[in-house]
């Protein structure tokens, strides 16, 4: 199995930053995929910022250019830097990951228990 332990959230005023961090753990043989979605209260969960096979997935007008992901591929974890945040951004962040398990011949998905983020006006 893949543990997904994520850092970094908390409360911070608009216009400031925060650095969010995800690690894998377990008995990982490959990752393809691994990102960050986050879900705001009574909207559904969507994708922030993803890489998959080494390019740099982002969607949505509303975090280019103030949001940013990066790995560090020996430790199997991925950060995402959120800067110019804006009260909008307040949601809870998940971070995801498609792995497959020394023996496994299957990609399965895996999921952070989530990090609260909230940004006040």
């Known amino acids: 199995q893949v543990q997904l332990v994520e850092s970094g959230g908390g409360l911070v005023q608009a216009g400031g930053s925060l650095r969010l961090s995800c690690a894998a753990s377990?008995?990982?043989?490959?990752?393809?995929?691994m990102g960050w979605y986050r879900q705001a209260p009574g909207k559904e969960r969507e994708l922030v910022a993803g890489?998959?096979?080494?390019?740099?997935?982002t969607t949505g007008d509303s975090v280019k250019g103030r949001f940013s992901i990066s790995s560090d591929n020996a430790k199997n974890t991925v950060y995402l830097q959120m800067n110019s945040l804006k009260p909008e951004d307040t949601a809870v962040y998940y971070c995801h990951c498609n792995a497959k398990v020394s023996g496994s011949y299957l990609y399965r998905s895996y999921w952070g228990q989530g990090t609260q983020v909230t940004v006040s006006s």
């Open positions: 890489i998959s096979s080494g390019s740099i997935l």
């Open positions: 377990g008995s990982i043989f490959s990752i393809n995929f």
